[in-house]
């Protein structure tokens, strides 16, 4: 289990609990990759790359991990790897079974002066125990929660009220406990709007919390936030889920600024009960107003975007006239996100014509705008919905334009086009393909796809480095080989000019070694070395590196 010490323990805290609780769906293992779905405040997708049964990397499509941070998520993911590998967790069953035969053995009077000691010696401990017992006095328990939850988060201030970077691992490893402790129990015990009122207050307080969190702290805490939050709403009656969604309804506008996202999201993920659609769907409208009082603002469209997409998820939901929704997208389709929704649709109705106007529409928005992303999502639908409703000339005219223009030399866009040409016609469409791309264009790919291996000779030594001749080494070596390692010669050469540190220089042994796999390559390498002997008497790190040249018999 090397791969934990990578995470923090909050985290693998957090990753072993969502494992524990079988959130970890669609579980695959592969020799190279370990995939899976966790389900935790909404659904993320986890991928873990593998070598020799280790762990090298993962990725997540949570906030958390996209900020290059190892989240729970992955952790979960790698718990039930490991339990796959082997089906039983035995030390934790034993540590239960061990704490259980304890207690079972101990007299009432042990246990009650062990838990007197204990819960005078832990506040927190007596706070959650006094939960437990005591279930009827919830305003004195959150009152109580305050005062501990204020003492929490001082403990880890300097004097000016601010939490440096040493100390904020240890503060969020102290909320982590918190949650996963007191919060849990009340979840547990049912009383769930304790728990809802006392994650309010961390909102609040991390909200107001001036810290260096370098490590993702804040953004932990508010993943945090949000599980509890999933966990009651899950089991909350009417009563209290009214009271969520108006809490979480009054901090839509940006008053828990860390969780302006996490808020949103959470309203329209949970609350599905009619009178909450409709009261979605004002606030829908409400935001979107407010929206387009700014339309110059900086993320107008980014909020506009939202906003829509959010309306007509719940327009679905109340299934309101096909028409209706038609109408509302038609006066939406500034917003990307509506028009690909109507081409969408569209498209699943095989209604071509308009799929091809909303795809027109976005391609000209983007080409005004020059926003290359925006033009080329819709030209390339554009391509497929020509294709599929048979418009052949249009659809070559948009190959084309994509081949020469929009995505110059993509290798997909290639292969297609050499698929819906002749074999006999393909060199001469091909030679016109060639000259008709921009100059600055990789046609690279292209070469090796059509092993045309004097053009691609030609362009990787044209290159100033080496990243063109280690790419297509392999189809270029067998025939090439003189010519490769001439270019290896010759940048080898100039990046030996400069002064270097030793990490450069062993990357310049590294490739003096690899030269050692051409029929030439020892000559040449050998005359190098010899060379930067003669030339750099005085470079004593770059003499002692070059001791790693393997440069025996040959």
Not at 6 to 13: A, K, V
Request: charged residues 25%.
């Amino acid at each position: 289990m090397d791969w934990e010490t990578l995470f923090q323990s909050q985290i693998l805290n957090r990753g072993y609990d969502y494992y524990q609780r079988g959130l970890v769906s669609q579980f695959k293992q592969t020799a190279t990759h370990v995939t899976g779905v966790v389900t935790g405040s909404t659904t993320y997708q986890v991928s873990i790359e593998i070598s020799g049964g280790r762990f090298v990397q993962g990725d997540c499509t949570c906030p958390y991990a996209a900020e290059g941070k190892y989240c729970k998520h992955m952790a979960a993911v790698l718990f039930t790897w490991e339990s796959a590998a082997d089906d039983t967790d035995q030390p934790t069953s034993k540590t239960t079974s061990t704490v259980s035969t304890l207690v079972a053995n101990a007299s009432d009077q042990q246990v009650r002066d062990f838990l007197t000691r204990v819960l005078t010696a832990d506040g927190r401990l007596a706070q959650q125990f006094k939960t437990m017992v005591s279930p009827a006095a919830s305003k004195e328990a959150l009152l109580e929660y305050r005062l501990l939850i204020t003492s929490l988060f001082q403990s880890h201030m300097d004097r000016s009220g601010f939490i440096d970077y040493r100390a904020a691992r240890a503060f969020g490893n102290d909320v982590a406990d918190f949650m996963q402790g007191d919060v849990q129990q009340m979840i547990t015990d049912q009383r769930l709007g304790l728990a809802f009122d006392v994650v309010a207050v961390i909102a609040e307080r991390v909200t107001n919390l001036d810290i260096d969190d370098s490590d993702g702290e804040t953004m932990f805490i508010v993943q945090e936030c949000v599980d509890a939050w999933e966990q009651i709403v899950q089991q909350a009656d009417l009563t209290l889920r009214r009271q969520m969604f108006q809490w979480f309804q009054q901090h839509v506008e940006g008053s828990l600024e860390p969780f302006d996202e996490a808020i949103i999201d959470f309203i329209f993920q949970n609350f599905t009960e009619p009178e909450f659609l409709q009261a979605k769907l004002t606030l829908s409208d409400q935001q979107l107003k407010k929206n387009q009082a700014t339309p110059d603002g900086w993320n107008y469209d980014y909020t506009g975007g939202v906003w829509t997409m959010h309306r007509l998820e719940v327009m679905s939901q109340l299934k309101v006239a096909p028409q209706e929704i038609n109408d509302f997208c038609q006066a939406n389709l500034q917003f990307d996100d509506v028009r690909q929704f109507a081409v969408d649709q569209s498209v699943a109705q095989k209604d071509y014509p308009e799929a091809v106007q909303l795809l027109l529409g976005g391609k000209q928005r983007g080409e005004a705008q020059r926003l290359r992303g925006v033009t080329l999502k819709f030209s390339r639908q554009l391509k497929d919905v020509y294709r599929a409703s048979g418009q052949s000339a249009a659809y070559d005219r948009e190959l084309w334009e994509l081949l020469t223009v929009t995505d110059a030399a993509d290798l997909t866009l290639y292969q297609e086009l050499k698929e819906q040409t002749a074999a006999a016609k393909w060199p001469a469409e091909r030679t016109r393909l060639f000259a008709a791309m921009p100059a600055a264009a990789d046609l690279k790919p292209l070469y090796a796809e059509d092993h045309l291996y004097p053009e691609l000779l030609a362009a990787v030594v044209a290159e100033d480095d080496l990243q063109g001749v280690m790419t297509y080494e392999d189809q270029l070596k067998p025939k090439y080989d003189d010519a490769l390692l001439a270019k290896y010669v010759q940048v080898a050469q100039a990046r030996a000019q400069s002064t270097g540190t030793r990490k450069q220089y062993r990357q310049l042994v590294s490739l003096l070694n690899h030269m050692l796999t051409y029929p030439s390559g020892y000559a040449a390498a050998n005359k190098l070395v010899q060379d930067w002997r003669a030339t750099y008497p005085r470079r004593t790190a770059m003499l002692d590196e070059l001791k790693g040249f393997n440069a025996g018999p040959r």
